[in-house]
């Protein structure tokens, strides 16, 4: 059986179904590189103190960096039978040093250890996502500055208003995604403390030097508290919110472009790549994309309301519900990534008429 961080004083350990229950590896695992790269700067910070001696360090740091090219290589591949990414890389590590390895967890705790490697994962994630947007909405300006004369139907209640441009309505789309982007920013700014020294909840009796690894880490500082640090999950909620807003956008746009898409509006013509036949009717054209990114905008609200759900009821500060977040906001992430990818593309390739 996999051994697992907490075993502490326990002698018996859950059983095969158990451990699977409890296990996020199969989640977590695309943490990886953010937990070597949070154990490296950690144990650099260990070395400086005195904390650790400097030898033990440097092969710490060492094996670390050969873990973490052994796994982009791929000739080291994480085992879904451990508990969690974590489990993974400190056995990794102490199967190669013995106990030296096992001094990468001092003055550390999980709890830290978790937020601090959801965080850098934000921070590596979140810009790709924004530039997705930004140059979503370049190509929605470049489509627009081919209309700028022609015609369109305003409509208010879904009932013809008065008379628009197809540029006038490319441009609102891209009006809402640029508020998207904008909110990316806002979010990352907000993440940008590191939560590494906060411990399990009352940081540590050792001499550690938060400052520096916030700094070795790239972040702007070390978070305040350290109770509220592994309690937090704010940037979640607030990205989380964030990838909602996206989505409903696309939502709407694509419900438009669904309309278009019909003989009774005959607004445009989605390309044949982004669209399905029917295996029954074979005159039939369906814009089966934008209809998936309208479904799955609900999905992605479905996330967002379990991580509000989530949080509301514990109490301060680390419990181990919070282990069910990454789900919820990791495939708020790949979703919005996707669909904007799709959507750019159907923009991009669409006859209007």
């Known amino acids: 059986m996999a051994k697992v961080l907490w075993s502490g004083r326990l002698e018996a350990k859950p059983d095969k179904e158990a451990l699977k229950f409890e296990s996020s590896i199969t989640v977590d695992q695309r943490l990886a590189q953010d937990d070597i790269r949070g154990s490296r700067a950690h144990v650099g910070m260990l070395k400086h103190q005195g904390i650790i001696p400097a ?13 973490a090219a052994e796994l982009e290589a791929g000739s080291l591949r994480v085992d879904l039978d451990t508990e969690d990414i974590h489990s993974f890389i400190e056995g990794v590590l102490t199967e190669r040093l013995g106990d030296q390895g096992r001094m990468v967890h001092a003055g550390r705790s999980r709890n830290d250890q978790v937020a601090t490697d959801l965080r850098l994962y934000l921070k590596r994630e979140v ?4 530039e997705e947007v930004v140059q ?12 700028l004369e022609t015609l369109l139907p305003g409509y208010t209640h879904l009932q013809r208003a008065q008379p628009v441009t197809l540029a006038y309505h490319l441009v ?12 990316f ?3 990352l700014d907000r993440l940008d403390e590191c939560p590494l020294g906060a411990g399990a909840l009352a940081t540590s009796t050792l ?10 880490l790239g972040f702007r500082g070390p978070t305040l508290n350290g109770m509220d640090t592994v309690a937090d999950r704010d940037f979640a909620l607030e990205l989380a919110s964030v990838c909602g807003i996206l989505m409903t956008h696309l ?3 694509c419900e438009d472009l669904v309309l278009w898409a019909t003989e009774e509006f005959g607004f445009v ?8 036949g029917s295996s029954i009717m074979p005159q039939k054209k369906n814009p089966d994309f934008a209809e998936l990114i309208r479904g799955k905008a609900a999905r992605s609200i479905g996330h967002t309301v379990t991580l509000f759900t989530l949080l509301k009821g514990l109490p301060y500060s680390y419990d181990r519900d919070l282990q069910e977040d990454k789900e919820a906001l990791f495939g708020l992430l790949d979703t919005g990534r996707s669909s904007m990818r799709v959507f750019r593309e159907m923009v991009r390739t669409a006859r209007f008429r």
Not at 136 to 147: C, D, F, M, Q
């Open 251 to 253: 939502s709407r746009f």
């Open 136 to 147: 979503t909405v370049l190509v929605l300006l470049s489509r627009a500055e081919e209309h």
């Open 207 to 216: 001499a550690l030097d938060r400052n520096a690894t916030a700094a070795a």
């Open 172 to 183: 609102a789309w891209a009006a809402g995604l640029e508020r998207d982007a904008l909110r």
């Open 185 to 187: 920013s806002d979010a």
């Open 127 to 130: 810009p790709a996502l924004r």
């Open 269 to 276: 013509d989605m390309a044949e790549q982004w669209s399905t």
């Open 55 to 67: 030898e033990a360090a440097d092969a710490i740091d060492t094996e670390l960096g050969r873990i």
